[in-house]
């Protein structure tokens, strides 16, 4: 392989059953591999449909590529198991139904480099942006926690980092099944700026099928990645209050749009979503939990897909 290759880029691709999206999502990451030089890691964790034979046949005709295979830990340990074999300068982390765009990586390097700091994002889309808006300049997010905490501004399938930075966030937190992207967001802030530019670097599918359900398990599981980040690195006042101000409005938001006979959660969340703004100090950790626990309950909800 040409992972030295100055300038190459490591596509790490996690899969769990994505046998209907991968060959053009293969397709979309050998165009740009041709691009950029570097590897093709693909990490199947432990897929029970015909995502591994697929992958097989793709790396026998790619020379670059090559198959990593565990027993099904979630997509943090994937990514996990993938960044830490990465050996180019950047690493391109790709979920397995996204597609990359064309010319996005290379966009996405000269941005970086240009701005001298180790992460960088652009947009996504569920169909290739045919919009006429003008070029909009790029933007440094010199307080990136902040953006973490104020919204999630990307997925890792639309994002770039230097090799560097990245494996300086490993280990992924590997108990959540779920919010691998915030977990990675919140680790990457602590140790970079955010480069965001103003171009299409994915197109993702429009997904369905208890998707209110896996909101749940997914704003859950947030909640608690909040609690232990926090302590992990320390988070000051400011930065516990804006991540429970966001938990407790997207909390209320949730349950009056899923679970609306639970009148007293709703309650509770909108007169702690109003106290925050005014810095009312409600104790982070079990506040935090609370909004946690409240999410259990629909979250074991059957949801008919995986």
């Excluded at 909009?136 to 926690?145: I, Q, V």
């Excluded at 209320?252 to 005014?278: C, E, G, W």
Aim: with cysteine; charged share 20%; hydrophobic share 40%.
């Amino acid at each position: 392989m040409d992972s030295a290759d100055k300038g190459s880029v490591s596509y790490v691709v996690t899969v769990y059953n994505k046998a209907e999206y991968l060959a053009p999502v293969l397709a979309a990451i050998a165009t740009e591999h041709a691009q950029t030089g570097g590897e093709i890691l693909l990490v199947d964790d432990g897929s029970t449909d015909t995502s591994p034979a697929l992958l097989k046949d793709f790396a026998v005709s790619n020379r670059h590529a090559r198959v990593m295979t565990q027993p099904n830990r979630g997509v943090a340990a994937a990514t996990n198991k993938g960044i830490s074999a990465a050996g180019c300068t950047y690493v391109r982390l790709v979920d397995a139904d996204d597609q990359v765009v064309p010319g996005s990586t290379l966009r996405l390097m000269e941005a970086l480099a240009r701005a001298g700091c180790g992460f960088s994002y652009g947009r996504m889309a569920h169909a290739p942006d045919s919009s006429s808006r003008g070029p909009r300049s790029d933007r440094l997010h010199a307080d990136p926690l902040a953006v973490m905490l104020k919204h999630q501004p990307f997925i890792p399938s639309m994002s770039l980092g230097t090799v560097r930075t990245m494996k300086a966030v490993l280990p992924l937190p590997e108990e959540f099944r779920t919010s691998q992207d915030f977990s990675l967001g919140v680790k990457l802030s602590h140790v970079t700026s955010f480069l965001e530019i103003d171009a299409l670097c994915c197109i993702v599918p429009e997904k369905s099928g208890g998707l209110s359900a896996n909101k749940a398990r997914m704003f859950g599981d947030t909640a608690r990645l909040s609690i232990r980040l926090a302590d992990e690195m320390s988070w000051t006042s400011r930065y516990r209050r804006m991540a429970l101000q966001r938990g407790a409005g997207r909390a209320r938001n949730y349950f009056r749009r899923h679970a609306p006979d639970q009148t007293v959660r709703i309650a509770v969340f909108s007169v702690m979503a109003v106290l925050l703004k005014v810095r009312f100090p409600f104790p982070y950790g079990r506040s935090m939990s609370y909004i946690a626990n409240s999410y259990d309950a629909v979250s074991m909800m059957p949801t008919g897909s995986a």
